[in-house]
């Protein structure tokens, strides 16, 4: 079901500029504004965006005009922006009971999150989250390396990404963890892959999903770029990176390329799939070795996104 957003718009109902594309058929709903953190240096999403925690009573009216419209065909509902956890949690609990009295049939209710936040945040307070129905939370973890999360700003220790993971998941929650190829460069891809596989093997999140790093103007790691700083890596390298990724991987999470930033569709469940993920990279490997034409056009795939 593709829930119409025609309606909503043309009330006075807010839109949180981005979601995950898992939730593209899902209600969304705005309870902040921008990133209270908005200093990842690969980042451009928030740069303009003063952050704001949205008055309850404005969502609250949110959710009435969604119910007045949607009320019995919505099931996922996603809730914006990059961080809701910063949100108190009496009133994060206020609105999910509104959403769940609204809307008879909510499957799932999933919203992002920082692993900082969730490492700070009293479990009790995660936990009546959980329990008033917030199913799904998604991190971006980028990397396992520390030299790489310090220079990015991720303002997360690997540890405290491991921390935030089985915490989050000990609770309950559906755990979806990003990671972002490339982001090693051209120097740095080998530690970056398999870092990043040990930090996802000490968690076992449900979902693993991959993006490709395009830095984006207004992004710090574009200018890096620009200054030389920063060595873009080729489409081979981000394969063969990925390869060590998986290679590493010990989970049993699903792996989901799910973004059009990404060089190939690489889906599957670990373990099981991992063997055959691997072929496909391989074939890649080999094909974009001997056809000039297929390499220029994957290349190009990588520029038609915005992370
Ligand atoms: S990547 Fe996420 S946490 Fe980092 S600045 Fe962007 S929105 Fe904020």
Known sequence: MTLGRFGLR???YDFPPYRPPSEAN???????????WNRCTFCSMYKGQKFEIRPAEEVLEDIAIAKELYRDRVK???IG????LVMNTETFVRILKAL?????????VTSYGRAKTIVRKPEEDLKRLFQAGLSRLHVGLETGNKFLLHEIQKGATPEEMIEAGRKAKQIGFEYSLYVLLGLGGEDRWREHAR???EVLNRIDPHFIRIRTLIPQPQSPLFEAMREGRFRLPSPETILKE???LLETLEVTSQFLSDHISNLIPLYGKLPDEKERMIRMIDESLRTIEEDDHLRGEIEARRHLTHL
Not at 81 to 84: C, E, G, V
């Open 10 to 12: 043309r009330r006075n």
């Open 26 to 36: 899902s209600l969304l709903l705005r309870v902040t504004r921008g990133c209270p």
């Open 76 to 78: 996922t509902v996603f």
């Open 81 to 84: 922006d990059s961080n809701s």
């Open 100 to 108: 769940y009295e609204s809307f008879p049939h909510i499957e799932r």
């Open 195 to 197: 870092d990043t596989a």
């Open 242 to 244: 990925t390869r060590l």
